[in-house]
């Protein structure tokens, strides 16, 4: 509030009484504070801080946030928007009913493909339980600030010495695929000197299409012209090239003997409350979702609610061995698709690599040759830039 003061408007003291009059009406609106306006008005930040704050788990805190979204739903028809409700009363308090009802909702949509992977293998709840994470909430925004974020803008607080953080959120990006191989133990660090090593054991004219296609970024039809070829021959002569990076970079990572292993260890560890900002739980959490309703049941009962395999067995009215063999099947199943999802990372590093590193080159070498690369339309100005590009290439190997 002091923040947004300005001295040349009011005096402070005046300033002061405007702020605590808005704040008086707007409590005065409804009457007595209650706890349940509490809940219902909270952000969905403030109330995962607050729980965070509390001790929650993560896969706890993202159930009570599913139920919360129904309840309040639930709340503001049957008691907030009641007719019989005046303007000025304290807000009524839920009852069975609404807690039942929101259940209900809350059981009915976690089946949905759209419903967080926490919740979707969670077990069904009850209005009691769904009652309990309400009052769960309400007691931790109770001990939490008012105001978790204050109205400050970003630059007051960097200008008072503040380092403000932003939150972790799962984005597709070419950053994120160069982060993914780095977590790899280093692998990122192994990864480019392969990548440029097999490019020197490359024959000239694999090179020289290279920099054409990624540096110059002529088309394809554009190369085929100049070669007095076919536009197929020259995706094929690239695509060559291509698989031979592809093998560098799967010899390195080796994610047929890390998979296997991976997947076991996080059913374990992470089944219950994955890492969202992680690619490959991300991925295993749609793997999930691709699997049979059985196949989710299976795993929601062994890793969710950890329950024995025989009691898992006679819950499902299977043999016990046959249990045991459907659990097999479902790792393999993940195992398979994690496969296909680091597959397609590494086809992504790789066209990233290609089209960040050629381009460079060419351009290190047109500055230090004094050409401006709109100029490179003649054959004898392409084959020079290639040549003096290979040669400096050659001198820095």
């Not at 300005?6 to 007595?32: D, E, P």
């Not at 979204?69 to 907030?80: D, S």
């Not at 209005?127 to 009052?135: A, I, T, V, Y």
């Not at 400050?152 to 972790?168: H, I, K, P």
């Amino acid at each position: 509030m002091l923040t947004k003061y300005n001295f040349t408007s009011y005096s402070l003291v005046t300033y002061i009484k405007k702020v605590l009059i808005n704040v008086i009406k707007k409590r005065g609106f409804v009457a007595k504070y209650s706890k349940w306006r509490l809940l219902q008005q909270k952000s969905d930040k403030e109330l995962r801080e607050a729980l965070i704050r509390d001790g929650r788990e993560q896969a706890e805190i993202c159930r009570m946030f599913f139920a919360r979204k129904y309840f309040k739903q639930v709340y503001q028809i049957n008691k907030i928007q009641n007719p019989h409700k005046h303007i000025g009363e304290k807000w009524q308090e839920p009852d069975n009913n609404d807690f039942a009802e929101a259940a209900k909702f809350y059981n009915t949509e976690k089946l949905l493909d759209n419903a967080p992977h926490e919740v979707f293998i969670g077990a069904n709840i009850t209005g009691d339980k769904l009652k309990l994470w309400m009052e769960i909430c309400i007691a931790a925004l109770l001990k939490y600030p008012n105001s978790i974020t204050p109205s400050f803008s970003l630059e007051t607080l960097q200008e008072q010495g503040y380092t403000v953080d932003t939150e972790n959120n799962f984005l597709s990006t070419p950053y994120e695929l160069e982060d993914s191989f780095d977590k790899q133990g280093g692998l990122l660090d192994k990864i480019e000197p392969a990548l440029q090593e097999e490019f020197f054991q490359l024959k000239p004219e694999q090179q020289k299409l290279l920099l054409i296609y990624y540096g110059l970024e002529l088309k394809q039809s554009q190369i085929a012209e100049r070669y007095q070829v076919t536009q197929g021959a020259i995706a094929r002569r690239l695509q060559t090239i291509e698989i031979r990076f592809l093998k560098v970079i799967l010899q390195l990572s080796q994610p047929s003997h890390w998979v296997t292993r991976y997947v076991s260890r996080w059913l374990v560890s992470n089944y219950s409350s994955p890492h969202h900002f992680d690619f490959i739980h991300v991925a295993l959490v749609n793997g999930i979702k691709k699997l049979e309703t059985q196949e989710q049941e299976i795993l929601r009962l062994i890793y969710g609610e950890k329950m024995d395999e025989t009691i898992t067995a006679n819950y499902l009215q299977i043999d016990q061995l046959e249990l045991i063999d459907k659990l097999r099947k479902i790792i393999s199943k993940l195992e398979f698709y994690l496969i296909e999802i680091v597959d397609e990372l590494i086809r992504k590093y790789l066209r990233l690599w290609l089209s960040n590193t050629f381009p460079k080159m060419i351009k290190d070498t047109c500055c230090k040759l004094g050409i401006l690369t709109n100029d490179i339309t003649s054959s004898e100005t392409i084959d020079f830039i290639l040549n003096k590009s290979l040669e400096e290439l050659q001198a820095t190997k």
